[in-house]
């Protein structure tokens, strides 16, 4: 059974006892996370969910940690000036180990 989730503007295709990591959420390490917004799920017996059948259906796990992702360097400049900017930037990332997908 593996479910189609949408997080952080984004969706990721999960089964239980996987581990994730999805757009920085709120909450402590060890908290339990629910995510409601369920696009489609796919049974055991081969079946295909999607729309007002999962209306209803939860995807449940854990917050394993809170990661950052890689530097990203961005670098402007123009020539024959002393005009140079050099910023980075590292995204943050929660890891989310799936617990249950529920269909009710």
């Known amino acids: 059974m593996y479910a189609v ?3 952080g503007g984004k969706q990721y295709r999960v089964a239980p006892g996987e581990t994730i990591e999805v757009e920085l959420l709120e909450g402590q390490v060890g908290g339990k996370v629910t995510f409601e917004d369920v696009v489609a799920v796919r049974t055991d017996d081969k079946k295909m969910l999607a729309g ?13 940690k809170h990661v950052s992702g ?6 402007k400049f123009k020539t024959g000036g002393q005009y140079k900017i050099q910023r980075g930037h590292r995204q943050g990332y929660t890891a989310v180990q799936v617990g249950d997908i529920q269909l009710s």
């Open 5 to 7: 989730i949408r997080s």
């Open 52 to 64: 007002a059948a999962t209306a209803k259906a939860k995807v449940t796990g854990k917050i394993v």
């Open 70 to 75: 890689p530097k990203v360097k961005v670098l």
